[in-house]
């Protein structure tokens, strides 16, 4: 069983064990051969290493062998088998790379078009001979100090009956997971290329899992910051939280729409067998897109309260600003009268007339603060 993990073996190095193993008397001895079933990956001689202008690629041929890294040619002689499983994975970034698609898939312009653009919107077509999606792939952005700044990015599939082809830009986490798989069981090609699609889909979608677990920490310390301990600089926190939440929706919800085609529209080149599988997928994208209407009436409820609280405490600020003016009234009323340019003012010449003024003031001040307490107006 350890050979269905994978063997991966240069065909130089076969070749020059071969001729090692060749005794004196020049007679050949035989070369093992991988176990009957087993899957072994092998690089042709002439292409054992791989140029920058080759996509990466598995393909799986009729017989049950298993190559990768192939050249153009060799590309071109698959497609034209129709038999097998092809993948190949081409960076939309290398015009090299780029030019197969036309060159040797023959796709439709406009779906080539489209991988060329990082801004072009989550879709599936169908087309005479292919099928053409695009999903939007999602990570946490390193590049910045913004602890909540994500990066998006396109990654397109074209699909024929036995080729998976995905066009991407230098960030494909979620091809470069799958490929991971394949090396470790080359197996999987058994299944055809649509479950390869499901595979690559499968794993972009479940990219989002992870930021949704940041996510929920993001909330419970906003939460913790408003309600336990009143922040006042969690504002700006939680409108950087909501811009997340609102990023992470609007790239998720043209793809339910996706999956939900892929799952239930009946397709030549997708099997309803392939379709179950696809409905796990729309199920997650289900689950996160109710996982973000969630934390986005969290955050809308992190916002109230914070703004109820800062209502609360300007109230009260308002309410000590009312009992101090309240206080000076008498003050500033008596005062203003007894200031008076005249001769004849009640307490004028008394000797205790000050001290007198001033309880009176004092007075006037606390039953008017004690009247409106009693009329609930403080």
Not at 360 to 367: E, H, M, N, S, T
Request: charged residues 25%; hydrophobic residues 40%.
């Amino acid at each position: 069983m350890a050979a269905r993990e994978g063997v991966v073996s240069e065909g130089v190095v076969r070749d020059a064990a071969a001729r090692q193993a060749v005794p004196a008397g020049g007679t050949a001895a035989p070369v093992p051969t991988p176990a009957e079933g087993a899957s072994v990956v092998t690089r042709s001689a002439e292409h054992a290493a791989q140029p920058a202008d080759r996509p990466r690629s598995y393909y799986r041929d009729a017989d049950g062998r298993v190559r990768r890294d192939l050249h153009p040619r060799e590309l071109l002689e698959a497609v034209r088998s129709r038999s097998g499983a092809l993948w190949v994975d081409i960076d939309a970034t290398n015009r090299h790379q780029h030019a197969l698609l036309e060159k040797v898939f023959n796709f439709h312009p406009l779906a080539i078009e489209d991988t060329l653009n990082p801004q072009s919107r989550v879709k599936l077509e169908e087309f005479p001979e292919h099928l053409f999606a695009i999903v939007r792939g999602v990570k946490f952005c390193e590049d910045t100090n913004d602890p909540y700044d994500v990066e998006t990015f396109n990654q397109c599939f074209f699909l024929t009956r036995n080729v998976l082809v995905t066009t991407h830009g230098q960030v494909a986490p979620a091809v470069d997971a799958v490929f991971e798989r394949v090396d470790r069981s080359p197996d999987l090609l058994e299944r055809g290329a649509e479950r390869l699609m499901h595979a690559v889909m499968d794993s972009s979608i479940d990219a989002y899992f992870p930021i949704l677990d940041q996510l929920d920490e993001f909330i419970d310390g906003l939460e913790q910051r408003v309600y336990a301990a009143f922040d006042q600089e969690a504002l700006r926190d939680i409108f950087s939280v909501k811009r997340l939440t609102l990023t992470l929706r609007r790239h998720l919800t043209p793809q339910r729409e996706v999956f939900n085609t892929l799952t239930n529209r009946p397709s030549r080149l997708l099997s309803p067998d392939v379709q179950v599988y696809f409905r796990d997928v729309y199920d997650h994208v289900l689950r996160i897109n109710d996982s973000l209407d969630t934390y986005r009436e969290l955050l809308g409820n992190t916002m109230d309260s914070y703004l109820s609280q800062v209502s609360n405490r300007l109230g009260q600020t308002t309410k000590g600003l009312t009992v101090a003016a309240t206080l000076s009234v008498p003050f500033v009323m008596v005062s203003g009268m007894w200031g008076m340019n005249f001769d004849n003012i009640p307490l004028a010449h008394h000797p205790h007339g000050f001290a007198i003024m001033m309880a009176i003031q004092f007075a006037l001040g606390v039953g008017l603060v004690a009247v409106l307490r009693w009329r609930r107006l403080l």
